[in-house]
Each structure stands twice: as C-alpha cells, then as structure tokens.
T-cell receptor, first 110, second 114 residues
Framework: NAGVTQTPKFRVLKTGQSMTLLCAQD?????MYWYRQDPGMGLRLIHY???????AKGEVPDGYNVSRLKKQNFLLGLESAAPSQTSVYFC?????????FGSGTRLTVV | QKEVEQDPGPLSVPEGAIVSLNCTYS??????FMWYRQYSRKGPELLMY????GNKEDGRFTAQVDKSSKYISLFIRDSQPSDSATYLC??????????????FGTGTRLTIIP
C-alpha cells in the first residue's frame, strides 16, 4: 500500500546514545516533515524538507539533525539522546493540502 | 500564546448525538484549515480541509471556518462509536522558505458511548 513507512516502531535508548529514525514514502512527494507528539503539547514540527537535498528547521529543532539524500527518504538523527526527547515521532509527506502521516515511532530515553 | 488553541477534553457523548469540536487561531496568514483524526497508537489521518471562510460538508462531517473571529469548528452528526478518537485541528501558514507548513492544536479526545 502507498504511504509513509517509519522504522523502527519502538525504541528504548540510554541517555547519551545516538540513533537514526528512518522515514520512507512512495508517493513521490516533494515535502517531508518530522513531528514529535507529547501529551498536552500536540504535534510540533522538528525539521522539514522541501525537496531532495534540502532541510530546514521547524519549531523544536534542538538536539536533532536530518538528512534528505533521496527524495523518498527523510532521516531524523539524535546524536546524544536526552530524557526530554522521550516522545512519539511522526513523519509526514505532503502534496498540496494532503498530508500523509506514518504510524509513528515511540522512543523512550532512560 | 499558541498559534492554534484547542480544548483537550476529554469529551464523551452518547451515540447518535451531534458533536461540536472547536479551535481558535491567532495567525492571520493561515489560509487552509484542516481536521485530522487520530486513533490510539496511530498516525493522524486527514479528515477534512477548508480554504478561507465558509462551510464544507462530507457525509456526517461539517467543517466551518470563521476568519473574522479566527474560529474553526468540526461538527459530527449521528456520532458512532467508531468516531471515538483524538481530533486535531490545524492551520496552514507560510514558512521562511515561502512554503506552507501546518501548525496543530493539541487535539481533543472524543469518546462516543454506545
């Protein structure tokens, strides 16, 4: 099925560890996004990309890096994980008014 | 002040009732307004979107936007237990790169009681 695929679905990290979250879309969308969702805070934009090779900061970019080497993939990296980064991470891609979200990655940093 | 404010609920109504979900926003640059539905442990899915002010109807769902008062509403008629989910409103503005990005409310958790 066409859509947005996120891997992994769950992960537990120790403070200071690093990891990369992968997002892949097969809809040929130019725009891709990484959001985090926390109770009482809603969805907040971390970074986004308007096309292959481009990235830009969103609302809460600190502690995260991203790369868009291929149009279909958008990677989110945590270089040194902190407990404050415990959250559910959603990737999305868009064309016009239509945003398609992945099913999320639940990350716990202990 | 958040750009999009939404009552988090929770909201519980009996099956068959009319549900009214509301948001307010502060960014005058918003042109598109969306409602997303999110089931537990799933990603949000687009339910409806409207452009500028006015109403839009899709089956049992009606979205309303009043730009003069910066008020967004979603009405669900003949509510069903399958409508139980978190509903997120969103406004679409313009980023520094001239591209449009979504700003979400915190979501309202809705439960339809059979």
């Amino acid at each position: 099925n066409a859509g947005v695929t996120q891997t992994p679905k769950f992960r537990v990290l120790k403070t200071g560890q690093s990891m990369t979250l992968l997002c892949a879309q097969d809809m040929n969308h130019e725009y891709m996004y990484w959001y985090r969702q926390d109770p009482g805070m809603g969805l907040r934009l971390i970074h986004y990309s308007v096309g292959e090779g481009t990235t830009a900061k969103g609302e809460v970019p600190d502690g995260y890096n991203v790369s868009r080497l291929k149009k279909q993939n958008f990677l989110l990296g945590l270089e040194s994980a902190a407990p404050s980064q415990t959250s559910v991470y959603f990737c999305a891609s868009s064309y016009g008014e239509s945003y398609t979200f992945g099913s999320g990655t639940r990350l716990t940093v202990v | 002040q958040k750009e999009v404010e939404q009552d988090p609920g929770p909201l519980s109504v009996p099956e068959g009732a009319i549900v009214s979900l509301n948001c307010t926003y502060s960014n005058s640059a918003f042109q598109y307004f969306m409602w997303y539905r999110q089931y537990s442990r799933k990603g949000p899915e687009l339910l409806m979107y409207t452009y500028s002010s006015g109403n839009k109807e899709d089956g049992r769902f009606t979205a309303q936007v009043d730009k003069s008062s910066k008020y967004i509403s979603l009405f669900i008629r003949d509510s069903q237990p399958s409508d139980s989910a978190t509903y997120l409103c969103a406004g679409r503005g313009v980023s520094n790169f001239g591209n449009e990005k979504l700003t979400f409310g915190t979501g309202t958790r809705l439960t339809i009681i059979p």
